[in-house]
């Protein structure tokens, strides 16, 4: 299971901060995930529904390549639960 946790600013560019910290968050959990499971990296984007280079970019932490969306999308699918806690 994974938790993120979204604290509301008054501004500032901490909106975007947090957001960064949430995808860098989710794609640690769906790498460590895919490893605890012995997935190569073409058995993850077959379970995953997406390309073999696109699992490369999230194993390697390529954080700018994935939308918050897509993340929890991904952990979906291999059923992983995302809880969003806003604070």
């Not at 299971?1 to 509301?8: D, E, K, P, T």
């Not at 012995?38 to 990296?41: D, L, P």
């Given at each position: 299971?994974?938790?993120?946790?979204?604290?509301?600013e008054d501004g500032n560019g901490k909106e975007h901060a947090k957001v960064m910290?949430?995808?860098?968050?989710?794609?640690?959990?769906?790498?460590l995930f895919v490893q605890s499971e012995?997935?190569?990296?073409a058995q993850a984007a077959e379970r995953f529904g997406v390309a073999q280079s696109r699992v490369s970019d999230l194993l390697t932490g390529k954080?700018?390549?994935f939308s918050l969306d897509?993340?929890?999308?991904?952990?979906?699918?291999?059923?992983?639960k995302v809880e969003l806690a806003v604070e």
């Open positions: 299971m994974s938790v993120v946790h979204l604290v509301c910290e949430m995808r860098a968050e989710l794609i640690d959990h769906v790498r012995g997935w190569t990296q954080t700018e390549k897509m993340l929890i999308t991904l952990a979906s699918r291999v059923g992983c």
